[in-house]
């Protein structure tokens, strides 16, 4: 039992870390264009997603791995988004939202895969 627990703990605290600092970034300094650009609200949705979605899935590692790649996906479409419209520019350019954005898509995937890792333990 040991061995799925480990997993769980470590998605559990990468998902909290990637929505921390998301939230720290879009609220403080601004995503998308400058500090308190209104288009920076785009990303509640990604953590109203994640917190809606694990009630659902009643934090059950399997349902919590599906609600990650939501959160994933969500995030991977406001920078699409962003980046198809020119949003934030000129102080956002097309790498750096890119990049950032990559980067949480990234740690919402990590954590989605130490899920199922641990569904499947």
Do not use: C, K
């Amino acid at each position: 039992m040991r061995t799925a627990r480990t997993p769980y703990r470590l998605a559990v605290g990468l998902a909290l870390a990637a929505a921390l600092i998301l939230l720290w970034l879009s609220l403080g300094v601004g995503i998308i264009g400058a500090d308190g650009d209104p288009a920076n609200r785009m990303y509640f949705a990604v953590i109203a997603i994640g917190i809606i979605g694990a009630l659902i899935a009643r934090f059950r590692p399997g349902g919590m791995a599906h609600v990650l790649l939501a959160m994933a996906l969500t995030q991977a479409a406001i920078g699409a988004f962003a980046l198809v419209t020119g949003l934030g520019r000129p102080y956002s350019g097309a790498l750096e939202l890119l990049l950032l954005n990559a980067f949480f898509v990234a740690l919402f995937v990590g954590s989605a895969w130490l899920f199922r890792r641990a569904a499947r333990a």
